[in-house]
């Protein structure tokens, strides 16, 4: 098939072309990324690739099927920026990569649990100045912490692993989950916020979870506790976050996402004038480490990105009927 991949980097060029090889789609690698302003430029393909901060909405969708375009490929896990409904009615397929290397997601988590805690970061810009002092780089340690995820699917499931294994007493929140291995504890959202000493969100964003970390839950958590974020941007109440770095409740802030990131993430504006205060105020406090969106960035994870999006291209393509291959089809939501 013919696909228009739209916010095209450099490494999904590469991983694509590598795959491809076993496959035989014709890519048409675009920068911008996908919009109604933008859909044109997909004129002439049947499918589409999008990404994360790709905006599919009903308009988008509409200029797309008016250029022919009848499948959408995403080569993602999440699928918060898709018209659902705008797709099925107009027959536009619409399929994604559920899982791809959960352990790449769960580990980014850690490692900005130990930045925060350790200030590693810190600590390698002191040595290479020739300074040795070892004030304000205490931590604490995990063992024996309370170890908090929201949204125990298979992220959040790698990470209560790792958590378990730094000696951690796991404890989570899912509505959907009823059984869980035996070393973590399901509690409800209250006891959650009220008991952990760090909490790791990786539940889907969704009319449910927008907003989720607000002032009300920030009051509940314990004074010093820390939060981490690789899920969605705007599962956290930005301004209620900055409000509770503030006042000191919130003890340190890791995100990997964040609110309004389709306008910086994934662009070297290291020349530009940012002009999102938020990001800006977030940025100022040493108790806040921001990564853009790289949870996802492993070798193994791009390489099991473009395996089942290709795969999904071909699915789209092949000879089922539609009703079969979406009850068959793990991948494809419409
Ligand atoms: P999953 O579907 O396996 O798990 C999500 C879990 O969240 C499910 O068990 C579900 O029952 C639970 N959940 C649903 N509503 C909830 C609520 N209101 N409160 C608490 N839990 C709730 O998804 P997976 O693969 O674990 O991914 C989780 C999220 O991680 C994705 O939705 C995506 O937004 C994010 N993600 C981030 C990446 C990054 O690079 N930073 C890469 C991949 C995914």
């Known amino acids: 098939m013919k696909v228009a991949v739209f916010s095209t980097q450099?490494?999904?060029?590469?991983?694509?072309?590598?795959?491809?090889?076993?496959?035989?789609?014709?890519?048409?690698?675009?920068?911008?990324?996908?919009?109604?302003?933008?859909?044109?430029?997909?004129k002439g393909c049947g499918g589409i690739c999008a990404f994360v901060n790709d905006k599919v909405d009903e308009k988008t969708l509409e200029i797309l099927h008016q250029s022919g375009v009848n499948t959408i490929v995403l080569r993602c896990a999440g699928f918060n920026q898709?018209?659902?409904?705008?797709?099925?009615?107009?027959?536009?397929?619409?399929?994604?990569?559920?899982?791809?290397?959960?352990?790449?997601?769960?580990?980014?988590?850690?490692?900005?649990?130990?930045?925060?805690?350790?200030?590693?970061?810190?600590?390698?810009?002191?040595?290479?100045?020739?300074?040795?002092?070892?004030?304000?780089?205490?931590?604490?340690?995990?063992?024996?912490?309370i170890a908090g995820v929201i949204g125990l699917g298979q992220i959040g499931l790698a990470f209560a692993k790792i958590m378990h294994g730094f000696g951690c007493e796991v404890i989570a929140y899912d509505p959907v989950v009823e059984k869980t291995p035996s070393f973590i504890k399901l509690a409800d959202l209250d006891t959650l916020m009220t008991t952990a000493d760090l909490i790791s969100i990786h539940c889907p964003l969704n009319e449910h979870t927008h907003h989720l970390m607000n002032r009300k839950r920030f009051d509940q958590m314990k004074k010093g506790a820390m939060l981490i974020n690789t899920s969605r941007g705007a599962i956290l109440d930005t301004h209620a976050a900055i409000e509770a770095l503030k006042q000191?409740?919130?003890?340190?802030?890791?995100?990997?996402?964040?609110?309004?990131?389709?306008?910086?993430?994934?662009?070297?504006?290291?020349?530009?004038?940012?002009?999102d205060e938020q990001i800006l105020r977030l940025m100022s406090f040493s108790n806040v480490l921001i990564t853009a969106h790289q949870g996802f960035f492993?070798?193994?994870?791009?390489?099991?990105?473009?395996?089942?999006?290709?795969?999904?291209?071909?699915?789209?393509?092949?000879?089922?009927?539609?009703?079969?291959?979406?009850s068959a089809d793990p991948n494809r939501l419409v």
């Open 298 to 326: 492993t070798t193994e994870a791009l390489t099991e990105i473009a395996q089942t999006t290709l795969l999904n291209l071909s699915h789209a393509e092949d000879g089922f009927s539609d009703a079969e291959k979406s």
């Open 10 to 42: 450099s490494y999904d060029k590469e991983y694509f072309n590598l795959v491809n090889e076993k496959f035989n789609h014709e890519f048409v690698f675009l920068e911008p990324s996908l919009n109604a302003d933008t859909a044109i430029l997909a």
């Open 248 to 275: 000191g409740k919130l003890g340190y802030l890791g995100i990997d996402v964040y609110e309004q990131e389709d306008k910086l993430f994934f662009r070297d504006l290291s020349e530009s004038l940012i002009e």
């Open 82 to 145: 898709v018209d659902l409904e705008a797709a099925k009615k107009l027959g536009v397929k619409v399929y994604r990569v559920p899982s791809y290397s959960p352990e790449a997601v769960a580990e980014h988590a850690t490692a900005m649990i130990m930045t925060l805690n350790r200030k590693t970061h810190k600590a390698y810009n002191r040595v290479r100045e020739g300074n040795f002092s070892l004030e304000r780089l205490i931590g604490f340690n995990l063992h024996g912490k």
